[in-house]
């Protein structure tokens, strides 16, 4: 999926260098003489929370990931690994345990973020 990098929010998901990223800020300058409008993005990979930009002119496309949230259960805790299964299609997933959300323990429901292969929990629902 595609759109123009002048669209981009903070908030919304952008492939850059083929990671998933979620943007935090952008910047637009205005055009010059002899070119055209620019946008600096700063974003964060979804998966490893590392910083990445982007420079693009505001009319060039984007790749924009098709991320998918879920609920769903957690079945084991393995060190510093969970198993989670979806409440919807059961398919089990194995995610690395996130160091900011504690008290995960099997049985618990948790939300996910899946896109491709990559998995990971983004919280502890209920209780």
Same mark, same amino acid.
């Given at each position: 999926? @595609?759109?123009?990098a002048?669209h $981009? #929010?903070?908030?919304s998901?952008?492939?850059?260098?083929?990671?998933a990223c979620q943007?935090?800020?952008?910047d %637009?300058? #205005?055009p010059? #003489?002899? !070119?055209s409008a620019k *946008?600096r *993005?700063v974003a964060?990979d979804?998966?490893? =929370?590392? #910083?990445?930009?982007? &420079? +693009?002119?505001t009319s060039? /496309?984007v790749?924009?990931?098709?991320?998918? +949230?879920?609920?769903?259960q957690?079945?084991? *805790?393995?060190?510093?690994? $969970?198993?989670?299964? /979806?409440?919807q299609s059961?398919e089990? @997933?194995?995610?690395k %345990?996130?160091a900011?959300i504690?008290? $995960?323990a099997? !049985? $618990?429901e948790?939300e996910y973020?899946r896109?491709?292969?990559q *998995? +990971?929990? &983004?919280r +502890? %629902?209920? =209780?």
């Amino acid at each position: 999926m @595609f759109t123009s990098a002048g669209h $981009l #929010k903070p908030g919304s998901f952008v492939l850059i260098d083929g990671f998933a990223c979620q943007v935090k800020a952008t910047d %637009k300058s #205005k055009p010059g #003489k002899h !070119g055209s409008a620019k *946008v600096r *993005v700063v974003a964060f990979d979804v998966f490893s =929370n590392q #910083k990445r930009g982007l &420079l +693009k002119s505001t009319s060039m /496309d984007v790749d924009v990931p098709i991320m998918v +949230k879920g609920s769903a259960q957690v079945v084991a *805790v393995m060190g510093d690994m $969970l198993q989670i299964m /979806d409440l919807q299609s059961y398919e089990m @997933f194995d995610v690395k %345990k996130p160091a900011e959300i504690s008290g $995960l323990a099997s !049985g $618990l429901e948790v939300e996910y973020i899946r896109w491709g292969s990559q *998995v +990971k929990v &983004l919280r +502890k %629902k209920g =209780n």
